[in-house]
């Protein structure tokens, strides 16, 4: 496996049995993996083996998954799954607080890991055909609302100059709120495109739309943004998110 590989999974996990249930899964789905029982030797193969997934349980000896999920994120952009024993909905959001991009609570199915691991490669797959190939193109696909500016093909976003430092569902959230500006997006629709489905009847569980609310409360974070008095993201109450109203627009530039 080497640094360019980008179906690589890193597995962090010490339970034995579950740890092959997780490596058996992504290697199904096409992913070499290597996994490790503790957070500190989790950490440092993250670092030298750049993958494109993490999973992390919080339990861990050594430092607990939520701290490891931080150094992870300061170090990687890779897709990080939390997988807990603990059901409690604040470790939910404490893990998605962490920098990682989905929960998932033990036990569960090795399906609804394929699902999302499926879900995972999807987006890869879209991130590499949009890629650059050296090839000069015309048009950058641009937006700005406020003092926000998003390139969505480099995968850049500035605020007033400076890098918030999104993860990878915080940037894509953000993205497609600039994309529908004032139409609402629901919880359930932002659900969807975060697991790369393109349908719009899927299953969307409770624990998806927490998520979802998760990332957003993180986002408005780094924005320096407020649910109270909002400058960028706006709650509809009982249907989900858009932009405020504002100076929002859309560049193709050459």
Do not use: C, W
Not at 121 to 138: D, F, H, I, N
Request: zero cysteines; charged letters at 35%.
């Amino acid at each position: 496996m080497t640094k360019a590989d980008r179906r690589a999974a890193v597995i962090i996990e010490d339970d034995p049995d579950m740890r092959a249930v997780i490596v058996e899964v992504f290697e199904g789905a096409g992913f070499d993996t290597v996994a490790v029982a503790d957070g500190e030797r989790g950490v440092q193969e993250v670092i030298d083996r750049e993958p494109s997934a993490i999973t992390i349980d919080i339990s861990i000896p050594g430092i607990d998954g939520f701290e490891a999920a931080r150094r992870i994120r300061a170090a990687s952009d890779a897709y990080m799954f939390i997988i807990s024993g603990r059901a409690d909905e604040v470790d939910a959001v404490l893990g998605l607080s962490a920098g990682a991009d989905d929960y998932i609570a033990k036990p569960f199915r090795p399906r609804e890991l394929r699902a999302r691991i499926d879900a995972l490669a999807r987006r890869l797959e879209r991130q590499e055909k949009s890629a650059p190939t050296g090839v000069v193109t015309t048009q950058a696909d641009v937006m700005s609302h406020r003092d926000i500016t998003l390139d969505a093909d480099s995968r850049m976003v500035t605020l007033a100059g400076d890098d918030p430092g999104l993860t990878r569902s915080e940037f894509d959230l953000l993205t497609a709120l600039l994309r529908t500006r004032r139409r609402v997006r629901s919880k359930a629709e932002l659900a969807r495109m975060l697991r790369g489905d393109t349908t719009d009847d899927t299953y969307v569980s409770d624990a998806d739309e927490r998520a979802v609310e998760a990332h957003i409360t993180n986002l408005r974070r780094k924005l320096g943004d407020s649910s109270a008095a909002p400058r960028y993201i706006e709650t509809v109450r009982g249907v989900g998110y858009r932009l405020t109203d504002g100076d929002t627009t859309t560049a193709a530039a050459g």
